[in-house]
């Protein structure tokens, strides 16, 4: 069955400090990727979507991520984290049924 | 123009009351689903609906039953609520799978936060 694993429930980082939030999958297929933030008391907008092609992905925000077939992996990117990141992100695979299947989230905390 | 749209935004209710939550897309997409999201934040699928019909139920106790009067709106009616029923419910939609694409970008409502007291 397909899942995604998130392995940090929350992470702290210095505004203007580099980010990487991790997620791996478990799909027998060619995965579909994605990364959706969700800002507290907001509904889910998606950051940036892997389905073919370039293994490294350009989202909005200044959001970037990489697919690795080899380590299963879809971790996701920001060179500077700005105090308006501070939110929960979501790593998601697509599935059968085109049903999407969650990851736990990572929450984000920004200190200035 | 919003494209998912939910209503209500929040919904508080007692135990046992029958309930219902709408959506609507003006997307002009064919496949439209529910999520639910639970207090620990965990987002798991319980339906979707293609052009109006029942897709996936993910082993979504009965009291939840989904109508699709159209395939613009998926709504959500709860009968009996019970504690365990409050949520975040997010509904999406989507092209559907098929016709050469295996997968198919969700856009997602802002979701209705339900209440049960």
């Known amino acids: 069955a397909q899942s995604v694993t998130q392995p940090d429930i929350h992470i702290t980082v210095s505004e203007g400090a580099s980010l990487e939030l991790r997620c791996n999958y478990s799909y027998g297929a060619t995965p579909y990727l994605f990364w959706y933030v969700q800002s507290p008391g907001q509904g889910l907008q998606l950051l940036l979507k892997y389905f073919s092609g370039d293994t490294l992905v350009q989202g909005i925000k200044g959001f970037e991520a990489e697919f690795k077939r080899s380590q299963s992996s879809f971790n996701l990117r920001k060179p500077s984290v700005h105090w308006s990141d501070a939110a929960e992100y979501f790593c998601a695979v697509g599935a059968y049924g085109n049903k999407l299947v969650f990851g736990a989230g990572t929450i984000l905390r920004v200190k200035s | 123009d919003t494209a998912v749209s939910q209503t209500p935004k929040y919904l508080v209710t007692q135990m046992g009351n029958d309930k219902s939550i709408k959506c609507e897309q003006n997307?002009?997409?064919?496949?439209m689903y529910w999520y639910k999201q639970d207090s620990k934040k965990f987002l798991k699928i319980m339906f979707s609906y293609n052009n109006k019909e029942l897709i996936i139920n993910e082993t979504v106790p009965n009291r939840f039953s989904p109508k699709s009067p159209d395939k613009a709106h998926l709504n959500l009616h709860i009968n009996s609520l019970e504690l365990g029923d409050s949520a975040v419910y997010f509904c999406?939609?989507?092209?559907?799978?098929?016709?050469?694409?295996?997968?198919?970008?969700?856009?997602f409502g802002p979701g209705t936060r339900l209440t049960v007291l």
């Open positions: 997307l002009g997409h064919d496949t």
């Open positions: 999406a939609s989507s092209h559907p799978q098929g016709g050469g694409a295996l997968y198919n970008e969700q856009f």
